[in-house]
């Protein structure tokens, strides 16, 4: 039997994806996610150098997910803002990691801090591309948008508690096609603003 270090790295990625996921960083167990790996403690050090870093790769990995696979672009903005909504329904664990983080973190230095502010740069010159007058702008807009669509996933019970929907699976699909409304009202004046200028 051959030792397969790629099958290895990611059986570790998953199961510590599950376990910060479940109890974030401070209450993560190394030994814990070893177990669920199929693999040794000195393996997790090994490939990712602990648990600090093992979780800012976690972090990292989930954002790049979506990140590198969504364009947000006023013309087409309630597409992608129906696309983001639904990744972040299929895929909770990346909102519980980032509020983990930032209870956690607070406003110091997050693992990877530079490589993931590059990425929003990225959106951000994308989002002056298309029309957004300055850069402050085209921040100030990612991140509404992003709150726009995270917070109804961020905060369940204060979403049940205001849509008094005993149905969280129509909850979520009712308030997907406001968010994509929302979305869309945004872009009109963005694009509306552009052509006017």
Request: hydrophobic share 45%.
């Amino acid at each position: 039997m051959t030792y397969d270090a790629d099958a290895t790295r990611q059986r570790i990625f998953e199961a510590a994806t599950a376990e910060f996921a479940e109890n974030g960083l401070a209450g993560a167990r190394i030994d814990r996610i070893a177990t669920a790996a199929r693999a040794n403690k000195q393996a997790i050090y090994l490939y990712f150098g602990g648990k600090e870093k093992l979780f800012g790769a976690v972090v990292r990995a989930k954002m790049d997910e979506i990140c590198h696979t969504l364009t947000l672009d006023p013309r087409t903005l309630p597409e992608a803002v129906g696309q983001l909504y639904d990744w972040y329904h299929e895929h909770p664990e990346l909102i519980r990691l980032l509020l983990w983080e930032a209870l956690e973190a607070g406003d110091d230095r997050v693992e990877g801090e530079e490589e993931r502010r590059d990425s929003y740069r990225e959106h951000v010159a994308g989002l002056q591309t298309t029309g957004l007058p300055d850069r402050a702008t085209a921040q100030d807009w990612l991140f509404t948008v992003l709150g726009l669509v995270a917070w109804n996933f961020a905060v369940p019970q204060v979403r049940r508690l205001i849509l008094d929907e005993p149905d969280p699976e129509r909850a979520v699909a009712r308030r997907r096609e406001v968010v994509v409304e929302l979305a869309r009202v945004l872009a009109d004046q963005v694009t509306g603003a552009a052509s006017r200028a």
